[in-house]
């Protein structure tokens, strides 16, 4: 077995630092997982699977001090390197590799990643289906669904993994080379991590490092990128001089239209975009576009992407819980004809809102805001619209309910992660959803 009699440490007790474990475990590694986090505060049902699994749990501060000596160390996308936990380990001179660099050693199969700030988890999704409904069977896995550690243990009958990744995941690879890459887009983001936008960018670029010129790379023609190894396909909604391009209604390749828009349940250019790096993806593996058409055509939108909720008194309410970012918000209010009364806000990620505050006042006629961002947001839009201040999502929701009127949307678009108040921006939607649900004329 490739890790038998190693001594390994995996920092994380979430899912990939799980699926890491025990993909290690099976490969004959001794392995310990170390959390910092308080045991009472990790699921239970987690530390009982890892100890049922042969791993020992060291959780709180007696993992911060832990100075056995151990072969190498995972580390999971969640655990920042420059953490207290990581730091005990680099200290020291240990091997350290990331979650999707181990699955990627021991998953023996040709990888289609996926990166961008925004779309990766739609593209990612269209792409499986897609894949799947032409004959070559893949899942989407890594930074969406199950680890790519968790999919490299179970070893299912597959031609081809379809994985999204984060800029966290791809900080520590060393070798993972994708045969096609996608580069969806940037915008910044994460700058509670990153010191800086250049070095979030720097570790996004990293997709590209270890794949050569027999490899594909799929990119927006709107973003300037470095020179990289991998033949260049190109895609874009607003430049001509894509390989894959908007005109007269639909995708065309060549041209020649290859895919209308209108037989598609997605909308917005940002949609465009993913459908267009799907096609882009599906022809280096060798596709027809007669092929991808019709799985692409029955794609349903996932929840939580600026999402039909209902309509009620004329408003028309929509949920975009998945907008974490400032590129996101802006996206949802361009797809907008009417009036909005918006909702946004949520846990401070270091970056101003001050970028969008000229589309707000174009789209935008009240804001209610939400959660640590909403006093730094009221002042970077002061003088673009009215703004109110929420107690909790169900304030907001109600505040929402008495302010629209009848031909305007209230959209749910918060521009910045959930976790000050909530537990994942899928929990946040739900609530949304829900709060919205309840509503009486």
């Known amino acids: 077995m490739r890790y038998e009699d190693k001594q390994t440490a995996v920092l994380g007790a979430g899912l990939s630092g799980t699926a890491a474990a025990l993909l290690l475990r099976s490969e004959g590694a001794t392995v310990t997982v170390l959390d910092s986090a308080d045991e009472k505060t990790l699921l239970k049902s987690t530390v009982e699977k890892l100890r049922a699994g042969g791993v020992s749990v060291i959780c709180g501060p007696e993992a911060e001090k832990d100075s056995s000596a151990y072969d190498f160390v995972v580390l999971s996308p969640g655990i920042d390197p420059a953490s207290t936990l990581a730091r005990t380990f680099s200290s020291r001179n240990i091997e350290t590799m990331g979650e999707l660099e181990l699955g990627w050693r021991s998953c023996g199969l040709p990888v289609v990643a996926i990166t961008g700030t925004n779309g990766k988890t739609t593209t990612t999704e269209l792409l499986a289906q897609m894949l799947n409904g032409c004959g070559q069977r893949t899942i989407a896995c890594g930074n969406i669904g199950n680890p790519l550690s968790e999919v490299a243990r179970e070893k299912q009958e597959l031609d081809v993994l379809t994985v999204e990744v984060s800029s966290f995941q791809l900080e520590t690879i060393s070798t993972f080379r994708p045969s096609v890459s996608v580069w969806l887009n940037f915008a910044p983001d994460h700058l509670d991590r990153y010191p800086s936008v250049a070095e979030y960018r720097a570790a996004k670029l990293r997709i590209f490092d270890y794949q050569t010129a027999d490899d594909v790379a799929i990119v927006n023609a709107m973003d300037s990128l470095p020179k990289?190894?991998?033949?260049?396909?190109?895609?874009?909604?607003?430049?001509?001089?894509?390989?894959?391009?908007?005109?007269?209604?639909?995708?065309?390749?060549?041209?020649?239209?290859?895919?209308?828009?209108?037989?598609?349940?997605?909308?917005?250019?940002?949609?465009?975009?993913?459908?267009?790096?799907?096609?882009?993806?599906?022809?280096?593996?060798?596709?027809?576009?007669?092929?991808?058409?019709?799985?692409?055509?029955?794609?349903?939108?996932?929840?939580?992407?600026?999402?039909?909720?209902?309509?009620?008194?004329?408003?028309?309410?929509?949920?975009?819980?998945?907008?974490?970012?400032?590129?996101?918000?802006?996206?949802?209010?361009?797809?907008?004809?009417?009036?909005?009364?918006?909702?946004?806000?949520?846990?401070?990620?270091?970056?101003?809102?001050?970028?969008?505050?000229?589309?707000?006042?174009?789209?935008?006629?009240?804001?209610?805001?939400?959660?640590?961002?909403?006093?730094?947001?009221?002042?970077?839009?002061?003088?673009?619209?009215?703004?109110?201040?929420?107690?909790?999502?169900?304030?907001?929701?109600?505040?929402?309910?008495?302010?629209?009127r009848a031909g305007e949307v209230v959209l749910f678009s918060p521009g910045t992660s959930s976790f000050d108040m909530f537990k994942s921006y899928a929990d946040r939607g739900d609530q949304f959803r829900a709060l919205v649900h309840a509503l009486s004329p």
């Open 228 to 404: 990289i190894a991998p033949r260049m396909v190109t895609f874009s909604a607003y430049a001509d001089h894509a390989d894959f391009r908007l005109e007269g209604g639909a995708i065309v390749h060549e041209g020649k239209p290859v895919l209308r828009l209108a037989h598609t349940k997605l909308r917005g250019s940002h949609n465009i975009e993913n459908l267009m790096a799907t096609l882009a993806i599906g022809c280096a593996r060798g596709l027809t576009f007669g092929e991808m058409v019709p799985p692409l055509c029955a794609y349903e939108p996932r929840p939580h992407r600026c999402e039909f909720v209902r309509e009620l008194g004329g408003v028309v309410y929509i949920n975009d819980s998945k907008a974490t970012n400032l590129d996101a918000v802006e996206k949802a209010l361009l797809t907008q004809n009417k009036p909005v009364v918006l909702i946004a806000g949520g846990k401070d990620k270091g970056f101003a809102f001050d970028p969008l505050k000229k589309l707000v006042g174009e789209k935008v006629r009240a804001t209610i805001l939400i959660g640590e961002m909403a006093d730094r947001i009221a002042h970077d839009w002061r003088g673009a619209t009215a703004s109110e201040i929420a107690h909790s999502l169900a304030d907001a929701v109600e505040r929402a309910h008495a302010l629209a």
